[in-house]
């Protein structure tokens, strides 16, 4: 269990150094251009990968995607540019935070449809059954009958 524990810490630590290494080993004009970069690198999805950024995956579309952040950032791209570049170029999955459209908006109200749907279906048939326990005239009759019966 401890060995597990160390295996998992360790490959923790080359993982964030591996993208702290990455913002290191770049040279940028000012900080704030750095952190526009790290700001990217975390926000992108890597295509390639489950669900890892950028800044976490080795793979090497990830490491391109890097380098190309990196130089449109360079060439005085702004961060709204280089996220239409790259949703322009690898689709919306690329970027965290999808745009609404119409087909993101089954994502957000698929649930909600599903939700009312199911409290619609359980509402007829909760009427559909009281409908069924309510009992006719006759054997209302027959029941006092039998009860009378019990009775004597």
Request: hydrophobic content about 40%; overall charge negative.
């Amino acid at each position: 269990m401890s060995r597990l524990l160390l295996l998992v810490t360790l490959l923790s630590v080359l993982v964030f150094s591996a993208s702290a290494q990455d913002a290191l080993s770049r040279s940028f004009d000012s900080e704030q251009q750095r952190e526009i970069y790290q700001q990217l690198i975390k926000e992108l999805r890597c295509p390639k990968c489950q669900n890892q950024n950028i800044a976490d995956s080795n793979a090497p579309l990830a490491e391109d995607m890097r380098d190309k952040s990196y130089e449109m950032l360079k060439a005085g791209k702004s961060k709204q540019e280089i996220i239409d570049f790259m949703v322009e170029r690898y689709g919306n999955f690329v970027h965290y935070e999808p745009p609404f459209t119409a087909a993101t908006a089954v994502l957000w109200f698929g649930p909600l449809v599903i939700v009312i749907i199911g409290i619609g279906v359980a509402v007829v048939l909760t009427r559909q059954k009281k409908e069924q326990a309510a009992l006719t005239p006759e054997e209302r009759a027959q029941l006092e009958r039998l009860r009378n019966n019990d009775n004597d």
